[in-house]
């Protein structure tokens, strides 16, 4: 039997097919990235255009939250009205709700607020609800997980690791007995993107620290100095990971794996769909486990995901938070959980039979993004991020000492935080 909830998102799809269909000359022009599978938002597009009458034009570009980021501000800061909804990193809402670009959504819900938003996972609940206002609503959640060849451990007698000692030694012992030159032992990212934040703070929070103490940043310590050790020995003292770890990108990490060329990849939640395809040299050969630990400590993860925004200048604002509303309801999340391998925003997904009979560890998936962490909320994330990621870029790829990183990181952070 339906949940209330459920038959509250229903209604709001059969409402918008009510206001569509009778005004749907004007097509809805809706962005997303190239790396948020628009090949996929493509089908789910035309299914609402089939069912409502109301088109949807699809507008790509970006391969990255950077790329993706920067197009958007471009348009919105020229309060351009060609947009009407647009894909934003779970990062962006607080800075789009200070910035003025996301409509505000509460008069078009058309349900008790509250009760919609117990739907969805808290972190995504909480990210989308800024100042009290409603300004955007989830796609799709993520979490970085550690992608295992499952082929090779099982031939050479080795368990998934729980720990980032057995990471190293397990990734260490194939490579040896491979003898295949082109064979990563570990890839993450650590290019000038946002994934080089991530890449940062999952170590740094593995130690048990904290970006803001008080309110404070404090990452000038002891911690900070051991995540940049622990990056550093991946690729200079156990040589697990490329000496060029700093080219390396979300999409680098994901083609090398598919290539059969790494062991062990630190990559979020769509890396599973592409590994089965059938181009990829890896189907049918691969493992997901959470994140592994330091010793005597617990695993951590970084929180991701995508939210649906409407456009502040749009001109076609009911329309398009009817198409949100749709587009964030258990039946998309379940039909991109099962096209893309998109983590959903709706825990009851998780447990949806045909779900689990074609991705499996989606099982164990959801303790993993329901204790994710998150990174810092903030207007001006875009200058927390750029601060955390070039230093990072800059450590790995040898320009910059750790100690001179962590001290302009915490004084760059200082006085966005003052």
Sequence with gaps: MRNKLTSLLLAAGAASALICGTASAQALKVFVGGQQRPDVMKQLFDIYE???????????????????????????????????????????????????????????????????????????????????KLVAMPAFADAMFLYYRKDLLEKHGVQPPKTWDEMVAAAQKITGAEGNPNLQGFSYQGAKIEGATCTFMIPFWGKGAELLNNGKPSVNNTAGKEA??????LKDKSKVSKSAIAEVTTEGTRLDFQAGNVVFAQLWGYGWNRFQADDSSVKGKVGVVPLPSFAGGKP??????????????????????????????????????????????????????????????FEQALPVVQTARARPVSPRYTEVSETIQSNVNAVLAGVKTPDAALSEIDSRLARIYR
């Design 50 to 132: 089939r069912e409502t009458g109301q088109k949807v034009e699809l507008e790509v570009g970006g391969t990255t939250s950077e790329a993706q980021q920067q197009y958007l501000t471009t348009v919105l800061s020229s309060k351009d009205a060609s947009l009407d909804v647009f894909l934003i990193d779970i990062v962006r809402p607080a800075q789009y709700a200070a910035a003025g670009w996301a409509e505000p959504l509460d008069p078009y819900i058309g349900a008790n607020k509250a009760e919609l938003l117990k739907r969805y996972l808290p972190a995504y609940a909480e990210a989308n609800n800024v100042n009290g």
């Design 228 to 233: 940049f050790q622990f990056l550093l020995d």
């Design 300 to 361: 951590v993860t970084c929180v991701g995901g995508w939210q649906w925004a409407v456009s502040s200048f749009s001109k076609n604002k009911e329309k398009a938070a009817n198409f949100v509303m749709w587009m964030s309801g258990p039946r998309v999340m379940k039909e991109l959980a099962l096209r893309a391998s998109n983590l959903p925003a709706i825990p009851e997904v998780y447990k949806d039979p045909e779900v689990l009979k074609s991705i499996p560890w």
